[in-house]
Structures are given as C-alpha cells and as structure tokens.
C-alpha cells in the first residue's frame, strides 16, 4: 500500500487539530483577558470603594449592575456583597455613635451644671455651717460670761453677807443676790428655750386672762430702770381692745418683756419709749392685735436687721460686750410669735431709733362667757377690798392639809418647805420618783396634793406620775399632781 497519501492525511489532520488546538487557545487567551480585565475593573472599583470609606464616605455605591456582575465569578459577588453589608453595618454604626455623642454631650452638660448646682449648694451650706459654727462659738463665749457675771456677784455678796454683823448691810447683799438670781435664771430660762425651739418642742398653753392687766405687771417690772434712766413710757391701748383674750398669758408676756427690756436697754438716759396696743381685724370670736414698742435708742443698721432674729446671734458683737445680753431674745420672740399665728417686724435705721412690732392671733370670749365673769365680778368697792385684802393674807391658809413633795435636790425641798412653812400646810417629802409611789400608795388617802420634780435619778416624775395615776384608788384621776 503507497504510503503517500497516508502521510499526506497524517500531515493534514495534524495541521488541521494544531489550527483548531490554536484557535481554542486564542479565544482561551482572549476569554482569559476579557474575564481578567472585568475582574480587575470590579476590583479597582471595590478598591476605589473601600478608599472612600476610609475618607469617611459612607454613601458610595457599587458601579457595577446585576448583569455585568452576573458573568464574573461568585467569589467576588460574595466579596461585594460582604463589603455592601458591612458598609451598611458601618454607616448604621456611625449614626448610633454620633446620636450616641449628641445625646452623651447633653447629658455631660445637664449632668456638668448639675454638680455646678450642687458644689455651690455645697459650699453654701459650708458657709452657712461656718457661719453657724462662728455664731454658736461666740454665742457659749457670751453665755459663759453672761452666766459667771451673776454667779460671782451671788457668791461675792454671799461671802460679804456672811462676813458682815451689820444688818443693812446684810440686806443690802440679799438685796443684789436676789436681783443677780432673777437675772441669772433669766438667762437659763432663755437658754432651755431655745433648746426647745431647736429640738421643735417649745408648747404653747392657751388660757383666758386680762390683757390690760398682763401689761401693767409688766410696765410694773421696768418702772425702777426707766426711772433710773430718766427715760419717758408712753402707753396707749386701743379704745377696742377686749378686757379678756384667749392667748398663752406666759409667752405673750415673754415677748413683750423682751422688747421693753432692748427698747430700756438701748435707749439713752432722758429717751422716749413707746407702748402701742391696737387691733388690726376680728373675724367672729378670732381677733389680730398688734403690738409695738418704739424707742429713741441707737437703732439698727439695715445690714444688721438680717440677723437680728437668727439664733445665737446679736446685731454688733460689741453690743453684747457693752449692754450685755444672751442674743436669744429676738429668736425666741419670734418663734413664740409665730407658734400663736403672727409675725414680727422692725423698723429702724442707725442712730433713729427702732420699732419693733408683732402681731398675733387671739380669741375673745363669747357673750356669754362675758355675761358669766360680769355675774361674779365685784361692784362693791368694800367686797372688792376684801377680796384683795384676802389674796394678801395666805397665813394658815392651807392649815390641816397634807403635800408631797418630790423632788431629788435638797436644796430645792428645804426652799419649798420654808416658803410653804406660812401657809400651815403640812409636807412630806421624797427624793425620787420611787419613794413617791410608795410613799403615796402606803397612805393615798392621807395626801391632798402632790409637787413633783420631772427630772430625777432612778424612777423621773413622768414614770412616777403613770404608776400613781394607775393605782386602783377612787377619784384618783381627779387628784391635782403639779409636774
């Protein structure tokens, strides 16, 4: 067999599968480069993405479309798609960081004038404690001169008394004890009044008494030093002031002294002082007085009135130094004044003079209670003299009658006792609260009173007071206990 012609077909199917192995690889190569070239677009755009997101462009889009990005491979619709959400996840991040950041900002700056507010409360607190803390110190470094000042003069007239046999002078030295005791007790008195202020338990006791009569024992009291000082009281009384009220008689006396007392005290010698008594209004039986005591004295600076009724405190600390005083009196007026339902005021300017005034709430007595204290008042003059001459006479008047008398300090018991001795009454005594209830519970019937001391080792006279009032005894709910 001729071996030409199969070697002519051998070299023409050879050539014939190089041709078509070339064609599949150029249009591979061409494949290759189109694919490549799509590839590498859609990653310079993906690059060109991520770039504007690191500049902080968080609102690029991809260039591409479905189509185009349906011919190129998985992977990269996966690798957009992934960048797509995280783009989004970011862009969702940037919002809630930056309402984060508004909303934090506010409360930064609510929160910052906050602790502004409460750093000047803070410090303003401080100061009014430092303040309190000054006044209080200043306040003891008085009261324990004001208290030595009486006790030496009890103690030094005491020892002059004691040393002397000339009978004026010893009554001469009883004369300055006793008005150095008054004062000192005055000033313990303010002392327990303001600790029951501060502690809220200063108690008002309401009773009917005659208020023009109230004023004249009080007028009574300053009579000697206004004299002394040469001073002029004038005393006017409203026309429609009732002769009875319903009021606390002690406090309301209390306030009036105390502002007679500064208006005598910071007066000059041959100076005025006035007493004024009016009524404001009267709503059926509730009526408003007021009362104002004016003076011609050094008066009180503006600046000074701002403190004039706090605790501890008085107007010019040399004050205290020349005419004396605890600082209480004011702060106490005031508090009693706005326990009966008032409020209390001055008036003044340095060196003219000062008005202090208060106004209060009172009741009046109905007609009928009126008509009643007419029916067993005295018309008489010569029943009225001997009714006044009878108050005088108290010798033997409790004579038969049986006291107990509690009470821990026998100084205090041996006092009582001398200055019942007159009345004839007859004591027994017992130095706590214990003994009493024994004492008492012995012999019930025996006893017609009892005096007893609240403040007492052991058993004090409220605990002493309940078992008492508990014993099984007839009409003892009636039986008059003086705490």
């Known amino acids: 067999m001729p071996t030409a012609p199969l070697y002519a077909n051998a070299n023409k199917t050879m050539w014939h599968t190089i041709t078509a192995t070339l064609a599949a690889g150029l249009l591979l190569l061409v494949g290759i480069l189109f694919s490549t070239k799509r590839i590498v677009k859609i990653l310079k755009n993906l690059t060109e993405t991520a770039d504007k997101i690191a500049q902080g462009d968080y609102d690029v889009t991809f260039g591409e479309d479905s189509d185009q990005k349906a011919k190129v491979k998985n992977e990269i619709v996966l690798l957009e798609n992934s960048l797509k959400k995280m783009l989004l996840q970011l862009k969702l991040y940037i919002q809630e960081r930056k309402k984060f950041a508004d909303t934090l900002e506010q409360r930064i700056k609510k929160r910052t004038h906050e602790l502004s507010l409460v750093t000047e409360e803070a410090e303003t607190a401080k100061k009014k404690a430092e303040s309190a803390n000054r006044a209080k110190s200043e306040f003891l470094a008085r009261m324990s001169h004001e208290i030595r000042t009486p006790i030496n003069a009890i103690t030094g007239m005491a020892n002059i008394g004691l040393s002397t046999k000339n009978i004026e002078k010893k009554d001469y030295c009883l004369e300055k004890i006793n008005a150095a005791s008054y004062h000192l007790l005055g000033i313990i008195n303010d002392i327990l009044d303001m600790s029951k202020i501060e502690a809220n338990k200063l108690e008002l006791f309401y009773g009917e008494f005659d208020l023009v009569k109230t004023l004249s024992n009080i007028i009574a009291v300053f009579k000697i030093k206004i004299d002394e000082k040469k001073q002029k009281l004038n005393v006017q009384i409203g026309n429609d002031i009732p002769k009875y009220i319903i009021s606390d008689e002690q406090r309301l006396s209390q306030v009036i002294f105390n502002l007679l007392s500064n208006a005598t005290k910071f007066t000059p010698e041959n100076g005025n002082i006035e007493l004024l008594v009016n009524k404001e209004n009267q709503e059926n039986d509730a009526i408003y007085l007021k009362i104002e005591v004016k003076d011609s004295g050094i008066g009180v600076s503006k600046e000074q009135q701002k403190i004039l009724f ?55 007595l109905s007609k009928k209670a009126k008509d009643i204290i007419r029916d ?105 206990l003086s705490l």
């Open 376 to 480: 067993i008042s005295f018309t008489d003059k010569e029943q009225s003299r001997k009714y006044s001459d009878s108050e005088q006479k108290i010798e033997g008047i409790f004579t038969g009658k049986q006291l107990l008398l509690v009470e821990d300090m026998p100084i205090n018991r041996e006092i009582l006792i001398s200055l019942l001795e007159v009345t004839g009454i007859i004591i027994t005594s017992a130095e706590d609260g214990m003994k009493a209830v024994e004492t008492f519970s012995a012999e019930p019937e025996k006893y017609d009173i009892i005096f007893m001391d609240v403040q007492m080792p052991g058993m004090d006279g409220y605990e002493a007071t309940r078992k008492i009032r508990s014993l099984h005894i007839r009409n003892l709910k009636r039986f008059p």
């Open 310 to 364: 706090q605790s501890f405190q008085q107007a010019d600390s040399s004050i205290s130094r020349k005419f004396g005083g605890t600082g209480l009196g004011l702060a106490i007026s005031k508090r009693i004044v706005e326990l009966l339902g008032g409020d209390i005021w001055i008036d003044s300017g340095k060196g003219q003079g000062a008005t202090f005034g208060f106004r209060f709430k009172a009741k009046i």
